[in-house]
């Protein structure tokens, strides 16, 4: 069974910019949850998506949003990028009905210069 | 509001030891669930082992095992005969029940010395 898999694995953008981040669940999953690490503030969640809906939203500001397709890939943008939004972007998914195992991708590294 | 505490940010022991990592949490939910994951250098987050608050039994999972103290609010782990392998982040969360959002302590650095 693949895993979890998210794309680009690394990633540089300047100050202003916008991104966009991806992630593919494990097949049958519904569910997928972002969080945002850094060595500060450590894990943070994002938010998560189930069956298309955003069901949770973390403390983020608006620049922050996200969606999820029909076959439960995600999708998270970030528009005017920020020095501070600097981090590695997990993505994680389940089946949904939980809280049950969430696995979790390798990450995105996001640079901002 | 859901936090989660871990007081040690570095650990170190030897190999066929015991450790134990601490972790204490804050919810005013009845219906919760607690995790320890696992972060290994430079590679992906996995479960180590889950907790149902409403279960009186401690968990394990082969050579891991928790202390779950629900007056306390204490959640901690003990690893048995650590091995190399076991060097990673180690990351106590909690959850409520229904949902998936994790909670996330700010992780425990464990180091298994040969």
């Known amino acids: 069974k693949a895993g979890v898999t998210q794309t680009p694995r690394y990633l540089i953008k300047t100050r202003g910019q916008q991104v966009t981040l991806s992630c593919s669940p494990i097949s049958g999953h519904r569910s997928v949850s972002w969080y945002q690490q850094t060595p500060g503030q450590g894990l943070q969640f994002l938010f998560e998506y189930f069956s298309e809906t955003q069901r949770n939203k973390g403390n983020f500001p608006g620049r922050f949003s996200g969606r999820q397709f029909s076959n439960s890939r995600s999708e998270m943008n970030v528009s005017t990028l920020e020095l501070g939004d600097s981090a590695l972007y997990l993505c994680?998914?389940?089946f949904g009905q939980g809280p049950y195992e969430q696995y979790f991708g390798p990450g995105t590294r996001l640079t901002v210069t | 509001a859901q936090t989660v505490t871990q007081s040690q940010p570095e650990m170190s022991v030897q190999e066929a030891e015991t450790v134990t990592l601490s972790c204490t949490y804050d919810?005013?939910?009845?219906?919760?669930?607690l995790f320890w994951y696992k972060q290994p250098p430079s590679r992906q987050m996995i479960l180590v082992i889950r907790q149902e608050a409403y279960k009186q039994q401690n968990a394990t999972e082969n050579r891991f095992s928790v202390n779950f103290q629900k007056a306390a609010k204490s959640f901690s782990l003990k690893i048995s005969d650590s091995q190399l392998g076991d060097t990673a982040m180690y990351f106590c969360a909690s959850s409520q029940g229904g949902s998936e959002k994790l909670v996330f302590g700010k992780g425990t650095k464990l180091t298994v010395n040969p």
């Open positions: 994680a998914s389940s």
């Open positions: 919810t005013s939910e009845s219906n919760y669930y």
